[in-house]
């Protein structure tokens, strides 16, 4: 029988091309709706996984692998636009370069990695949400952009540096601690 919560993140892996598409198409309405149905599967494969203990190695890499995904995508799309600022889109990428290459860095030279977003971190990610899909809507002619749309941009820019910068020192003294203590590798 498949794990649900992992054929969920499957799923929603599939939605990248479709969701691409449609944003190289202009048509931001129906990547709007893409990129709604696809964070709802993101909450919606993680509350099955928690509450009938579903949870996967598999499930654990491929779920931030899936919403990374998507997210660049999105975001490298919308900056190719014109309609992201293009040094928002590097601080994007630029974090996730981070986090990724700490992360594989710890793995080979300390040794498990077990990864638990932050507060900072899951504000990061719906500030991120909630920029593109405002940017999706604007661009759907659903809502006008204004000056609230500058005041999201420039807090998810702080959340994506403080985030970024927190993971950074987080695991910088974890591999300290490792260093020193040579029996703490896993």
Avoid: C
């Avoid at 909450?43 to 579903?54: E, M, Q, Y």
């Avoid at 990428?93 to 981070?98: A, E, N, S």
């Amino acid at each position: 029988m498949p794990n649900v919560p992992n054929t969920i993140t499957l799923l929603r892996v599939a939605l990248i091309p479709p969701l691409a598409v449609l944003l190289r198409q202009g048509e931001f309405g129906f990547a709007l709706v893409l990129f709604v149905v696809s964070a709802l599967s993101d909450l919606a494969d993680g509350v099955i996984a928690r509450r009938w203990n579903l949870r996967t190695r598999f499930g654990a890499i491929a779920d931030p692998v899936a919403d990374k995904l998507t997210m660049l995508t999105v975001t490298l799309l919308l900056a190719f636009d014109g309609r992201l600022p293009w040094w928002l889109a590097a601080a994007v990428v630029t974090r996730d370069l981070v986090i990724v290459g700490g992360a594989l860095a710890y793995h080979y030279l300390i040794g498990t990695v077990e990864m638990a977003p932050s507060v900072v971190s899951k504000l990061n990610t719906a500030l991120e949400f909630l920029l593109l899909a405002s940017i999706l809507a604007i661009g759907a002619e659903l809502v006008d952009g204004g000056a609230w749309l500058v005041v999201l941009t420039l807090a998810t820019f702080v959340t994506i540096v403080w985030s970024g910068a927190q993971y950074m020192l987080v695991w910088g003294r974890r591999a300290a601690r490792a260093g020193r203590h040579p029996s703490a590798r896993s």
